[in-house]
């Protein structure tokens, strides 16, 4: 298996609830990685887990909220966002730690905040 | 920060031309790497080149880094339509006891058309 695999593909939600967004990959990976990209720019990271554990959090709102249950799932967890948190979030993974390899991404999951 | 600047923004060509498209940085890094979106969708790993690497090679891509003046150039030779998409070059970094990041620059929009 040598893909990353991102659910949903597309949310709706409001502003008053409480969604989550998954992420799995099974090639054994042991660093994480959720990147947020509006249209026509390019993605900015958001969080890196490497061997599960938050090791980088780039000044993202506490309404964002990450979670990294095993070494092959990574979270995240939304509340209370607002319209302009629509964009298209997408995971990735490398196997070492960030930066010394490509990365493998998933196809996104593109959030609309209402 | 990180992010570089791609040059061109947009690039059209015929199929059968080459593209060629610029990137340049501001900090030391260990590797760039380049990777090609479509439609606004996952990002797909191209090729990566470590920072005491010059020139690498793979399929119709050829990536050249100079590190001295902090730029790369991504090359592909007789396009084809399939080729269409953004470009985005990414540099990497290890960050000691944190494991790294990838930060991507603007991106070259390429339109190739048939």
């Known amino acids: 298996d040598t893909e990353v695999t991102q659910t949903p593909k597309h949310l709706v939600m409001g502003m008053t609830n409480k969604k989550s967004l998954k992420c799995e990959q099974h090639m054994g990976h042991r660093a994480m990685y959720w990147y947020k990209q509006k249209a026509k720019k390019p993605p900015e990271l958001m969080f890196v887990y490497s061997y599960e554990k938050l090791s980088i959090n780039e000044s993202v709102p506490s309404r964002f909220s990450p979670e990294c249950p095993n070494s092959s799932l990574l979270n995240l967890h939304l509340h209370a966002l607002q319209p302009e948190d629509s964009a298209l979030y997408l995971c990735a993974s490398s196997q070492g730690p960030g930066g010394l390899g490509g990365y493998t991404f998933g196809s996104g999951t593109r959030l609309t905040v209402v | ?114």
């Open chain 2, 1 to 114: 920060s990180q992010q570089g600047e791609e040059d061109p923004q947009a690039l059209s060509i015929q199929e059968g031309e080459n593209a060629t498209m610029n990137c340049s940085y501001k900090t030391s890094i260990n590797n760039l790497q380049w990777y090609r979106q479509n439609s606004g969708r996952g990002l797909v790993h191209l090729i990566l080149i470590r920072s005491n690497e010059r020139e690498k090679h793979s399929g119709r891509l050829r990536v050249t880094l100079d590190t001295s003046k902090k730029s790369s150039s991504l090359l592909i030779t007789a396009s084809r339509a399939a080729d269409t998409a953004s470009y985005f070059c990414a540099t990497g970094l290890a960050i000691y006891n944190q494991g790294g990041k990838l930060i991507f620059g603007q991106g070259t929009e390429l339109s190739v058309k048939p």
